[in-house]
């Protein structure tokens, strides 16, 4: 009943920027921490960002300055902006979330990727 659908993906020059949106649907009784990953070829998937229920962000170093993580409570959906994007971002991008259905323990639901190519 739940789904994160994710939006926003695509080519991208280097320097250039890209906004990333994750929507969350279905029965929903809250949201906690949200994140995104990313997973390369040959690579493990690795954590890009997080944000608390209270708002409280991390950011890996490697994106610190230069990705921004959001979410909006009233929509249920989680965002990244990706500025001064380089040829290493390119991965596909994962949402995952902390999410509660009514009367059930929250679970970690993962969004189903989208492309992010950063090329000249």
Known sequence: QV??????????QPGGS????????????????????RQSPGKQRELVAFITGSGNTHYAASV????????????NTLYLQMNGLKP?????YYCNAEIGRPGLPTYYYWGQGTQVTVSS
Not at 64 to 75: E, L, M, Q, Y
Not at 88 to 92: H, L, Q, R, S
């Open 3 to 12: 789904q994160l659908v994710e939006s926003g993906g695509g080519l991208v």
């Open 64 to 75: 610190k300055g230069r990705f921004t993580i959001s979410r909006d409570n009233a929509k």
């Open 18 to 37: 890209l906004r990333l949106s994750c929507a969350s649907s279905g029965s929903i009784f809250s949201i906690d921490d949200m994140g995104w990953y």
């Open 88 to 92: 290493e971002d390119t991965a596909v």
